[in-house]
């Protein structure tokens, strides 16, 4: 079973600020690695899949970096509507299996 | 645009079965890039993913509910439906329909709770 961990669980800045938020893998799962953003009372939205790619109207302020086990989503000039909770999605055996992580709440400092 | 709906009882009896169903426009049920699923969402358990169907019926079970769980589609109507029998208050979850594909999950319905509880 692939275990998805993502840290920090809480990450508290200012509007402006960058934001790094890291998923690691338990096994390789190459770049079959997406991120989801969301906001109280609504679906999660697919932000990035095959790790760095952006899904349609993801501002460019989103970037996804990484592969095998080790993966971050990076927001810079954090703007107020970003703050929400982030998870990772690993889908290496799509689709007989995905594993979400815990999710990681960006919160306003 | 895609647009996914959910539909069905809020309110299970524990040992019963849970019954919903996602009715889907905007876009072919019958197409060959897409497979459609469910997935719940619990504070005790987070995002799960429950299991997905293809158009020509095949179905994707997630291990840990495989027993449990009957994914149906009926192309006719443009829906597919969930059933998970024998649920306990642990099934207590807001319940989401979802397209996956090489975009995984990309779109979902706005998620139904539904508790279990005598």
């Known amino acids: 079973e692939k275990v998805m961990t993502q840290s920090p669980a809480t990450l508290s800045l200012s509007p402006g600020e960058t934001a790094t938020l890291s998923c690691r893998a338990s096994h390789n799962i190459g770049n079959n690695l997406a991120w989801y953003q969301q906001k109280s009372g609504q679906a999660p939205r697919l932000l990035f899949y095959?790790?760095?790619v952006r899904a349609t109207g993801i501002p460019a302020r989103f970037s996804g970096t990484g592969s095998g086990t080790e993966f971050t989503l990076t927001i810079t000039s954090l703007q107020s509507e970003d703050f929400a909770v982030y998870y990772c999605l690993q889908y290496s055996n799509w689709p007989s299996m995905y594993t979400f992580g815990q999710g990681t709440k960006l919160d306003l400092k | 645009q895609l647009h996914l709906q959910e539909s069905g009882p809020r309110l299970v009896k524990p040992s019963e079965t849970l019954s919903l169903t996602c009715t889907v426009s905007?876009?072919?049920?019958?197409?060959?890039?897409?497979?459609w699923g469910w997935i719940r969402q619990s504070p005790e358990k987070g995002l799960e993913y429950i299991g997905s169907?293809?158009?020509?019926?095949?179905?994707y079970y997630n291990p840990s509910l495989m027993s449990r769980v009957t994914i149906s589609l009926d192309t006719s109507k443009s829906q597919f439906s969930l059933k998970l029998d024998s649920v306990s208050a642990a099934d207590t979850s807001v319940y989401f329909c979802v397209r996956t594909g090489i975009q995984p999950f990309d779109y979902w319905g706005q998620g139904a709770l539904v508790s279990v509880s005598s």
């Open positions: 095959g790790a760095s």
């Open positions: 169907i293809y158009y020509n019926g095949r179905t």
């Open positions: 905007g876009d072919s049920i019958n197409s060959k890039f897409h497979y």
